[in-house]
């Protein structure tokens, strides 16, 4: 792949990456987030505030992961679906487990929750970035 076409697979990732957590954390797990979470989260208006730069961050190693161990290497849109689920059960699993080992009271739902939708997100953004690179 010519490094156009990686820069513009992974922006891609990027970007769908960033539209599903939106959809997912912004509007159907809000409520649960607030209520698990009580005031460790800041809500503003009703609407979950976040350190966007953390954010905008954390979404750009994901989407380059997802690209590294998923997309890349893939020979098929199935190969790519199931090794970004992969690499979603464990980055998510290692993030979840490991609040759950240092932080007081942390969420045992949120953990099982968190993990299981990090599993489709990469699931789904690889299928996405498999699609695109095909294009090339």
């Not at 979470?37 to 800041?42: C, D, H, K, Q």
């Not at 503003?44 to 997309?71: C, D, M």
């Not at 759950?100 to 949120?110: A, E, M, N, Q, R």
């Not at 929750?113 to 970035?129: E, K, N, P, Q, R």
């Amino acid at each position: 792949m010519k490094t156009h076409a990686i820069a513009l697979t992974v922006l891609a990732i990027f970007v769908i990456l960033i539209i599903l957590d939106y959809i997912w954390l912004g509007i159907l797990t809000k409520k649960f987030i607030i209520s698990e979470f009580g005031p460790l989260v800041s809500v503003k208006n009703g609407g979950l505030q976040i350190n966007l730069a953390a954010g905008i961050l954390t979404w750009l190693i994901i989407a380059l992961g997802v690209f590294i161990f998923a997309v890349y290497p893939s020979s098929t849109i199935g190969k790519a679906a199931l090794m970004g689920a992969v690499f979603g059960f464990i980055s998510y699993s290692i993030y979840d487990l490991t609040n759950l080992t240092f932080i007081k009271d942390y969420p045992v739902k949120f953990v099982f929750v968190d993990i299981a939708w990090g599993t489709f997100l990469c699931a789904a953004i690889s299928t996405v970035g498999y699609y695109i690179k095909s294009l090339f």
